[in-house]
């Protein structure tokens, strides 16, 4: 045994001698020396080579500092990883006043207009007499004849729905009580509101055809008040769609009627300092120092007293009585190089009540490619900007939504400016243009359209 292990000691030995070893020995001295001499890192070779002590210091230096910039830099990248740079420029001065543009809430006075709606307002009255009496005006003798007059066809009438009936959905119209069941498999329903009118199993909804009554949409509402606005609505519409451009203005206020007294920073204005332009849905609107002003009003000291002051009059007592359902005007203060959509960002002020606003302006500015894909003039945007004003994404989405219901439906939509060689959608001429509208609607507001994928937003 003694011998065996002996023998196993000489060949381990004999191994060790024999073997051609590449390295240095397990000294720490050593092994730094080794890595100096045979390293590619940039210095190091050099400290190793340099005669003298001179140049060794040197290099070491050299090394040293290289290798702390590296490890500096790394810190950096890894700290600034997750971050964005911000510049941030704050300044004291005098700033642009902006634009005020106002508008009644009614848009036409009733003693010049109601000759326009003599008929739609007779089936209003009746509608709303309906809807107040009950379930005794709808299963009364009488409800067919509905308050003793009659009436056009309505092509797209409110209607009430019971959504009890296991198959079908029993739908009767309010002004003339007819009543039929549809298929409820088939039933298109466009809301998603649960909530019922004041009758237990009985729904409110305003029904739109096609042209050959074959398909339907039932526009279900929460509330009467609801349903009965929209339906006035988009009659009233339709009605005014017809109408030429100045017997809309002529129907409407004047800057005079409308702006009672006037001053600005101490000093009196009067309806010379207010642009008129026509509004769909508000009529006639004055805008204060717009655009194509000569003056350039600023803002230097904060407070009511330095800025614009109104007195509006409304003029209540000649109100459209189904159209508007608030009394009031409606302003909205914007950039005087941006076109305000009065009608979505606008604030209703109530009459007899003195209202103060104030504004506190932020600039941002957003980087363009590869950052984001902002616009800086809407140039690079394949839509036609059919409002004439500079560009925006609100623009951009209008003009692209008008688009589409001039594509799909033959005609524009009122609340829309046309292109040339377009109408605007009315009964008489695109019957069952309702019904388009509407779904193409229900698809924009869904953004499900092309228009929020082709739109960009603005860089500034």
Same mark, same amino acid.
């Given at each position: ?138 299963? &009364? ?88 606005? *929209? ?25 005079? *009627? ?87 960002? &606008? ?10 606003? &104030?504004?506190?302006?932020? *600039? ?97």
């Amino acid at each position: 045994m003694e011998r065996s292990g002996l023998k196993k000691c000489d060949t381990i030995r004999t191994i060790k001698r024999n073997l051609k070893l590449k390295g240095p020995e397990p000294s720490m001295v050593t092994l730094v020396d080794f890595y100096l001499w045979n390293t590619n890192t940039h210095g190091c070779r050099r400290i190793a080579a340099s005669k003298g002590p001179i140049k060794r210091t040197l290099w070491i230096l050299l090394t040293m500092t290289a290798a702390a910039m590296i490890f500096w830099e790394c810190v950096q990248l890894h700290l600034t990883y997750h971050t964005a740079t911000m510049s941030v420029t704050m300044r004291h001065g005098k700033n642009e006043f902006p634009t005020v543009t106002i508008c009644n809430l009614n848009p036409y006075k009733f003693n010049l207009s109601k000759h326009l709606m003599k008929d739609l307002d007779k089936m209003a009255r009746c509608i709303v007499s309906r809807i107040s009496s009950g379930r005794s005006a709808i299963f &009364g003798e009488n409800n067919v004849k509905a308050c003793n007059m009659e009436f056009p066809v309505d092509p797209t009438p409110l209607v009430y729905m019971n959504m009890t009936l296991p198959a079908n959905v029993k739908v009767m119209e309010i002004l003339t009580g007819n009543d039929y069941l549809v298929n409820g498999s088939l039933l298109d329903l466009r809301s998603h509101s649960n909530q019922k009118i004041g009758m237990s199993d009985w729904w409110i909804a305003l029904r739109l055809c096609d042209a050959n009554v074959s398909n339907c949409i039932y526009n279900t509402f929460s509330s009467a008040i609801s349903a009965m606005q *929209e339906w006035y609505r988009l009659h009233f519409f339709n009605i005014m769609a017809t109408v030429p451009e100045k017997d809309k203005i002529a129907m409407g206020y004047s800057a005079d *009627e409308l702006i009672y007294a006037c001053l600005y920073s101490g000093r009196t204005c009067d309806a010379r300092d207010f642009t008129q332009f026509h509004h769909p849905h508000f009529g006639n609107c004055f805008v204060f120092n717009n655009d194509s002003s000569s003056k350039n009003l600023t803002a230097l000291i904060p407070g009511n007293r330095h800025g614009l002051q109104l007195i509006l009059h409304t003029e209540q007592q000649d109100y459209i009585p189904f159209f508007a359902g608030t009394a009031g005007t409606r302003i909205a203060i914007h950039s005087k190089y941006t076109k305000s959509f009065i009608e979505d960002v &606008g604030i209703n002020l109530q009459p007899a009540t003195e209202t103060l606003l &104030g504004l506190s302006v932020s *600039e941002i500015q957003k980087l363009g490619v590869p950052y984001s894909d902002c616009t800086e003039d809407g140039s690079d945007v394949p839509i036609e900007n059919l409002y004439y004003s500079s560009y925006s994404l609100q623009i951009c989405l209008q003009s692209c939504f008008q688009k589409e219901i001039l594509q799909q439906c033959g005609c524009g939509h009122y609340e829309r400016p046309l292109p040339a060689g377009y109408k605007y959608c009315n009964s008489q001429e695109f019957p069952g243009w309702e019904y388009c509208y509407y779904k193409l609607y229900s698809n924009y507001i869904a953004e499900e359209l092309n228009c929020y994928r082709m739109c960009k937003q603005t860089c500034l």
